[in-house]
């Protein structure tokens, strides 16, 4: 195993907001060669420097192409993305050569990897052991996962439905009394994440197989991101329509939106879930901060760049990527 970082780096996705993020700063290192998967004809911005290679998606010949000679992958998918682009892509990876993959599980990390200690009504926790296994039994290796939380300024600008905001409006849904606090992260945290990951020795970048590597910028409760909001925008409470939910019936209220297609329901049910003090992960413990030497951030910036997604009507389906 080299002392030597990798030097070759593919990411899915690097049209959209986490993937640019992880283009732009593992491009910035100047330590790798950058590769974006994308799709043939597509439109999409990806990073200076970064070199374009088209796929088909639907082609698992087309991503064995595209991968070969690569080192690392990391995959980040929009929402349209079909269930089975995942595991085509994981499959790809083993036969191009991949040694490293990075699966599109974004978020919490595990309490276990019993399947049969996850409940069934865990729907984030069900997904994320999916692709996790995925990796294990198609892919090259044991997955690196990112565990980084929910991304604070898309959950805050998003909606009433993800961190219970609506900006515009000046309304804010406390779950139960809003001062759980939990673990959340900046796009460009992550990718600095990514850059210092994969900047290390390989010797040292291969223990972190089968992990998940735990990272933050915040430790936050919704009471705190109000507080922040007020600081930067240089309102009270006494200018925002402030109620408080029980975190029982959002969950229960998000399960019958999602039986009548209503997909906002699924957003109720997951980030009210992770406010619940029963959550045995919302609040984990980074410990790849000091690993990866990543920085200090600043709550009232990353608050203000999403009041500025909101003022200039931001819409999230273009930034979730072009597969």
Not at 85 to 104: C, D, E, F, L, Q
Not at 124 to 131: D, I, Q
Not at 141 to 157: D, N, T
Not at 214 to 235: A, N, P
């Amino acid at each position: 195993m080299s002392d030597q970082p990798i030097q070759r780096v593919a990411i899915v996705g690097a049209s959209g907001r986490i993937g640019g993020a992880f283009a732009a700063a593992v491009q910035k290192t100047g330590k790798h060669v950058v590769t974006a998967l994308t799709r043939a004809g597509s439109t999409g911005t990806i990073p200076e420097g970064v070199k374009r290679v088209e796929v088909d998606y639907s082609n698992e010949d087309s991503l064995v192409e595209a991968l070969k000679g690569q080192q690392f992958l990391a995959i980040t998918l929009g929402v349209s993305a079909g269930p089975d682009v995942h595991p085509r892509i994981i499959t790809a990876a083993k036969k191009a050569g991949v040694s490293y993959v990075m699966p599109n599980i974004y978020g919490y990390p595990l309490a276990t990897l019993d399947a049969s200690a996850i409940s069934r009504s865990d729907l984030y926790a069900t997904v994320t052991l999916e692709r996790f296994q995925e990796v294990i039994d198609k892919g090259p290796a044991p997955p690196i996962a990112l565990s980084c939380g929910f991304w604070y300024e898309w959950s805050l600008a998003l909606g009433e439905e993800w961190f219970g905001f609506t900006i515009k409006d000046r309304k804010v849904t406390f779950f139960d009394d809003g001062k759980r606090q939990i673990t959340s992260s900046t796009w460009e945290q992550c990718g600095r994440a990514l850059a210092a990951l994969v900047s290390l020795p390989e010797s040292k970048l291969a223990e972190y197989k089968g992990k998940f590597v735990r990272i933050e910028s915040f430790h936050v409760s919704q009471r705190e991101m109000l507080d922040s909001l007020h600081r930067v925008l240089g309102t009270t409470d006494a200018d925002w329509e402030i109620t408080f939910e029980s975190s029982e019936k959002r969950i229960k209220d998000g399960a019958e939106a999602m039986k009548t297609g209503n997909r906002r329901g699924f957003a109720k049910m997951l980030y009210c879930g992770v406010f619940t003090p029963s959550n045995p992960v919302s609040d984990f413990e980074a410990t790849s901060n000091a690993e990866l030497g990543l920085s200090v951030e600043d709550l009232d910036e990353r608050t203000k760049v999403a009041i500025e997604m909101v003022e200039s009507g931001w819409d999230p389906l273009p930034a979730m990527g072009d597969v």
